[in-house]
């Protein structure tokens, strides 16, 4: 941790070996403590433990081939495992969830559903495995400790968090079952950092490689970190390195972060 001052960020990578190059250079520039990361899309085995490990990061990580998967990396230290499965389902096999110690922070690497298409047995699962995720969540909350639940949510929140729009009126990322499942979270007591940040600013994490929609920005805000009360009163600041997006073979998304005292 650089001094007294800890910076988490969440980072959908979209395919971490297609994309190594763009997530070291991100990790040189912004020197985060601790990386969330979502979609590597890779085996454990095909994980590039070395190359991170060479950039100065420890990690755990669960993968599988081609889809899904998630990561902590930590500066300079290897991340405490605490679990790797959401609770609730011992039958749900894919990799979306890890949770691990970090200087003095449990952090939750989430990787949520996308539910598309809607209606239909993919949203179906995506509103059970978000039901899983808040009753975990509200029993983290009720520990007290200082708690980050950082990751690709798929979830836009409000109409504010969507660029002005009637092409994802369908998607399952704006369905009222989504948005009150988000809701939900934020009624049990955990603060979403960036819109605490920035209250009245239009920000987004997501740009869809279809229809230009990165040069107009027509973006989407699905990266959130939610704040356990313990670390939202640590938050220094927040935000989106939303240039990352804008370069050759970029993933779709931008990493998002916080600093805490």
């Known amino acids: 941790m650089a001094g007294s001052r800890m910076k988490i960020a969440t980072f959908n990578i979209n395919h971490i070996n297609k994309r190594l190059e763009n997530l070291l250079e991100w990790l040189e520039e912004a020197q985060p403590d601790v990386v969330c990361l979502q979609e590597t899309k890779t085996i454990d085995r095909g994980f590039p433990r070395k190359a991170i490990r060479q950039a100065g990061y420890g990690a755990i990580y669960t993968g599988q081939s081609a889809w899904n998967g998630v990561a902590i990396l930590a500066k300079d230290v290897d991340p405490v495992e605490v679990r790797r499965v959401l609770p609730g389902d011992a039958s749900d096999t894919q990799p979306r969830y890890l949770e691990a110690a970090v200087g003095g922070v449990l952090i939750a690497c989430i990787y949520a559903p996308n539910g598309n298409p809607q209606p239909g047995p993919k949203f179906d699962y995506k509103l059970v ?133």
């Open 129 to 261: 495995w978000h039901a899983r995720l808040e009753k975990h969540a509200a029993e983290l909350f009720a520990s007290d400790l200082p708690i980050v639940l950082a990751g690709d949510y798929n979830i836009v929140p409000t109409e504010f968090d969507i660029y002005p729009n009637h092409s994802y009126a369908k998607d399952a990322l704006l369905q009222p079952e989504s948005r009150a499942s988000f809701q939900r979270l934020l009624e049990q007591g955990w603060t979403d950092a960036l819109r605490v940040r920035y209250p009245s600013d239009r920000i987004y994490t997501y740009w869809s490689y279809m229809r230009n929609r990165w040069p107009r920005d027509a973006g989407l805000r699905l990266d959130h970190l939610l704040l356990s009360p313990a670390v939202k009163k640590r938050l220094v600041e927040a935000g989106v390195d939303k240039v990352v997006r804008g370069r050759e073979n970029a993933s779709d998304h931008a990493p998002v972060w916080i600093v805490l005292r």
